[in-house]
């Protein structure tokens, strides 16, 4: 379904003045394949049902396809039997939460992604040395209430530039800002502006904490956003990550930009007059739905899609400790 860049294909006449473009990398992190490896192995293991926290990762196919292989997916760890196997999502969990479920005896697997983790260590560092934490995200995200709940007395959520006038520190002199890893990168930074301008001596964290993955998808759309009449981005409403590849492909240049969970939601009418289309996914998105984007785009006269990289991806983590301890044990490993 696609075409290097550096092989023009042989169009047929309706398609000649059409092309589609396919963002690189999309698709799949590290820390999405490693959840999502999680369950499945914990399925096998364990047998079904295996309990998974809050949806392992924000894609509601990934979801459903993990359910009907016998995972059950639960708000909270009440909803989960005594004793049971239960699995944290990639966007990490509170102490509280791990407190709650060494109460109730339950066999936790922790699937946090380790980039989410290192953004938990910065917080505890944070608050350790006493600094007020003003960490950068969307209220009600997973992964805020988790990486909040390591330091709630010190952390403070910042979602804007508008917030900053309102935000009440002990000590202008410590204070630190954190992020959330799937923001948008120019935002996050308009957002940090704002921040230092209030209080000079602000700290950094030692590290990006907008993932790779984050980084690299905007900047892939961003690289076509400009030539395209329409951007599809392929991913769930929930999907923080996919959300912002929509917002920045429109900042970057895009004429329109919508964002679909598959093909069966694109509205025919945004194709009309639209010569170049750009595909992209987000971090949880598996590449089968974008590859069923692309099928449609096809039956529509768009010719074979051109992959447009901007970054190369090979980062792999190993799956959860818990995990591999039990695979190793069953001889699995
Ligand atoms: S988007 Fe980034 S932080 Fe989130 S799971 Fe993927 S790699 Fe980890």
């Given at each position: 379904?696609?075409?290097?860049?550096?092989?023009?294909?042989?169009?047929?006449?309706?398609?000649?003045?059409?092309?589609?473009?396919?963002?690189?990398?999309?698709?799949?992190?590290?820390?999405?394949?490693?959840?999502?490896?999680?369950?499945?192995?914990?399925?096998?293991?364990?047998?079904?049902?295996?309990?998974?926290?809050?949806?392992?990762?924000?894609?509601?196919?990934?979801?459903?396809?993990?359910?009907?292989?016998?995972a059950i997916f639960v708000e909270e760890l009440d909803e989960v039997p005594t004793g049971a196997t239960v699995v944290f999502s990639a966007h990490g969990v509170s102490p509280e939460v791990h407190r709650q479920a060494e109460e109730r005896s339950l066999k936790t697997i922790d699937a946090t992604c380790p980039l989410v983790t290192k953004v938990h260590h910065e917080?505890?560092?944070?608050?350790?040395?006493?600094?007020?934490?003003?960490?950068?995200?969307?209220?009600?995200?997973?992964?805020?209430?988790?990486?909040?709940?390591?330091?709630?007395?010190?952390?403070?959520?910042?979602?804007?530039?508008?917030?900053?006038?309102?935000?009440?520190?002990?000590?202008?002199?410590?204070?630190?800002?954190?992020?959330?890893?799937?923001?948008?990168?120019?935002?996050?930074?308009?957002?940090?502006?704002?921040?230092?301008?209030?209080?000079?001596?602000?700290?950094?964290?030692?590290?990006?904490?907008?993932?790779?993955?984050?980084?690299?998808?905007?900047?892939?759309?961003?690289?076509?956003?400009?030539?395209?009449?329409?951007?599809?981005?392929?991913?769930?409403?929930?999907?923080?990550?996919?959300?912002?590849?929509?917002?920045?492909?429109?900042?970057?240049?895009?004429?329109?930009?919508?964002?679909?969970?598959?093909?069966?939601?694109?509205?025919?009418?945004?194709?009309?007059?639209?010569?170049?289309?750009?595909?992209?996914?987000?971090?949880?998105?598996?590449?089968?739905?974008?590859?069923?984007?692309?099928?449609?785009?096809?039956?529509?006269?768009?010719?074979?899609?051109?992959?447009?990289?901007?970054?190369?991806?090979?980062?792999?983590?190993?799956?959860?400790?818990?995990?591999?301890?039990?695979?190793?044990?069953?001889?699995?490993?």
């Amino acid at each position: 379904m696609t075409t290097d860049m550096g092989m023009p294909p042989i169009l047929s006449p309706e398609a000649a003045d059409k092309a589609v473009l396919l963002a690189a990398p999309r698709g799949y992190c590290a820390g999405v394949d490693r959840a999502v490896i999680t369950v499945e192995k914990a399925l096998d293991l364990y047998g079904a049902p295996v309990y998974v926290r809050k949806q392992i990762v924000h894609n509601k196919h990934v979801v459903s396809d993990l359910e009907s292989r016998g995972a059950i997916f639960v708000e909270e760890l009440d909803e989960v039997p005594t004793g049971a196997t239960v699995v944290f999502s990639a966007h990490g969990v509170s102490p509280e939460v791990h407190r709650q479920a060494e109460e109730r005896s339950l066999k936790t697997i922790d699937a946090t992604c380790p980039l989410v983790t290192k953004v938990h260590h910065e917080a505890k560092r944070f608050a350790g040395e006493d600094y007020d934490i003003l960490l950068i995200g969307h209220a009600g995200h997973e992964e805020v209430e988790g990486t909040a709940g390591e330091a709630p007395d010190h952390i403070q959520l910042v979602q804007s530039p508008a917030d900053v006038p309102g935000i009440v520190v002990r000590d202008p002199k410590r204070v630190a800002w954190l992020s959330q890893t799937t923001l948008s990168v120019d935002e996050t930074l308009e957002t940090v502006a704002a921040i230092r301008a209030r209080f000079p001596e602000l700290l950094d964290p030692p590290s990006d904490d907008i993932c790779y993955a984050t980084q690299n998808r905007q900047l892939a759309v961003k690289e076509i956003a400009s030539e395209s009449d329409l951007v599809i981005v392929v991913g769930s409403g929930n999907s923080s990550n996919s959300v912002r590849l929509v917002e920045v492909a429109l900042e970057a240049g895009a004429k329109a930009a919508h964002r679909v969970d598959d093909a069966s939601e694109i509205d025919e009418s945004w194709l009309d007059g639209v010569s170049t289309v750009s595909v992209t996914s987000g971090a949880s998105v598996p590449e089968a739905l974008v590859q069923g984007v692309l099928a449609l785009l096809a039956e529509r006269g768009y010719p074979d899609a051109q992959a447009v990289h901007s970054a190369e991806e090979s980062l792999i983590f190993a799956l959860p400790k818990e995990l591999r301890r039990d695979l190793k044990a069953a001889g699995r490993a």
